[in-house]
């Protein structure tokens, strides 16, 4: 059975390990959403640390689709060379890297705060206010996609990947519960993966055969009524005959307790998305990434010798521990320092750069 910490190729990309560094905002572009000389360091830390792909934080193909302040933008062809100053970082150290790029349709409370009327499928109660985009818009924004493919293959990215999960704009065209659309882009689930599969078809012609295409994909919703599996298993299925090359698994739009980054209850792991991405193993032939909940080597050893993932994919650990894998590459069996705590989230959640809460709180004498 193949380890985790060896060599291993994702959708013809040669890594050193199974090991990718999920997306992760990090506030720490500037206002126009430049890279920083902060953002650089980050990235340099997390190649240094041993990871074998690091997806970068979301970018914002759109001015519109921006979601939070500092985000990453990848909208104007003058942020290009900032760009390219994390995959300069990323392979100085031996990593890979991809960039996720995003339009947070009505999920921008960002732009909402500054009196702007966000854009959706659907319009569904007042609260953001959004209104239903028009069908040139919607294929305006598609388009911008493809424009953002292009910008990141002249960065020198090795990847791209969508971001499809998170309540985010394709997570919205995907879910009934926020397209109401009865034109082909709404009402049937075919209708409601249309959006996918045309950005997927664009991306991937803007990209060209050598640089791969990944999604982050929110495969189901966790809400009554929401998206099923079963209509997240046939939307993937299409979104591969367009062209897609790699699915990393995590939610779509989730009510209560299920999110995609949950706080633990107690020690025990919980890789919480295992059977849905079992489930993507099953329907389509290409590279699985699972991510959320995985705090050990053996954790990751065994989802990947079962056969439930090809990769495994860390988020918060990362945040903590930039040099985990390095660690455990070095012969340690310790879990990872990272609580599951999420005080991260809320750290970066009001515009804060990106620290782990817990080691904030050791270096101001808190803890």
Same mark, same amino acid.
């Given at each position: ?7 291993? #190729? ?44 690091? @997806? ?15 985000? !990453? ?13 994390? #995959? ?5 150290? $031996? ?21 702007? #009327? ?26 911008? &996609? ?10 020198? &990215? ?9 309540? !985010?704009?394709?997570?919205? &065209? ?20 249309? &959006?996918? @599969? ?44 367009? $062209?897609?090359?790699? #699915?990393?698994?995590? $939610? ?48 990751? /050893? ?54 782990? $809460?817990? /080691?904030?709180?050791?270096? /101001?004498?808190?803890?």
């Amino acid at each position: 059975m193949p380890s985790v910490l060896e060599p291993a #190729v994702l959708c013809g990309l040669p890594l050193r390990n199974r090991f990718v560094r999920s997306a992760t905002w990090d506030a720490l572009a500037d206002a126009e959403g430049a890279v920083t000389d902060s953002s650089a360091k980050l990235y340099d830390d997390l190649a240094a640390g041993g990871v074998g792909l690091i @997806v970068t934080g979301y970018a914002f193909v759109s001015a519109h689709g921006q979601a939070a302040v500092n985000q !990453y933008g990848i909208h104007r062809d003058d942020l290009i060379p900032g760009l390219r100053r994390l #995959v300069e970082a990323a392979h100085r150290h $031996g990593a890979k890297i991809a960039v996720q790029i995003v339009h947070a349709g009505r999920g921008s409370a960002f732009l909402a705060r500054q009196g702007q #009327v966000l854009l959706a499928p659907s319009q569904i109660g007042e609260n953001p206010p959004h209104r239903a985009m028009t069908d040139e818009e919607i294929e305006s924004i598609i388009d911008d &996609f493809a424009a953002a493919a292009r910008r990141a293959k002249e960065a020198g &990215f090795d990847a791209v990947q969508l971001h499809g999960a998170h309540g !985010y704009l394709m997570s919205q &065209f995907l879910s009934p519960l926020t397209n109401q659309r009865q034109d082909r882009w709404g009402g049937s689930p075919e209708n409601r993966c249309r &959006f996918h @599969v045309e950005t997927v078809r664009r991306v991937k012609a803007a990209l060209g055969p050598e640089v791969p295409l990944l999604i982050k994909f929110g495969i189901a919703d966790d809400a009554e009524g929401g998206a099923s599996l079963e209509e997240g298993l046939a939307a993937l299925s299409a979104m591969v005959e367009a $062209g897609l090359d790699g #699915v990393e698994i995590s $939610g779509g739009i989730a009510r209560g307790q299920r999110s995609a980054s949950r706080v633990s209850e107690g020690t025990s792991e919980e890789p919480y998305y295992a059977d849905r991405a079992a489930a993507a193993k099953k329907a389509v032939n290409i590279p699985v990434i699972l991510v959320g909940g995985i705090r050990t080597l053996d954790t990751a /050893e065994r989802l990947v010798s079962s056969g439930n993932a090809d990769f495994i994919s860390l988020s918060r650990p990362l945040i903590r521990e930039p040099g985990l894998i390095n660690r455990w590459s070095s012969g340690s069996q310790e879990a990872a320092k990272c609580i599951s705590c999420n005080k991260c989230l809320g750290i970066v959640g009001r515009g804060e750069p990106l620290e782990c $809460g817990q /080691e904030r709180a050791i270096r /101001e004498g808190r803890l």
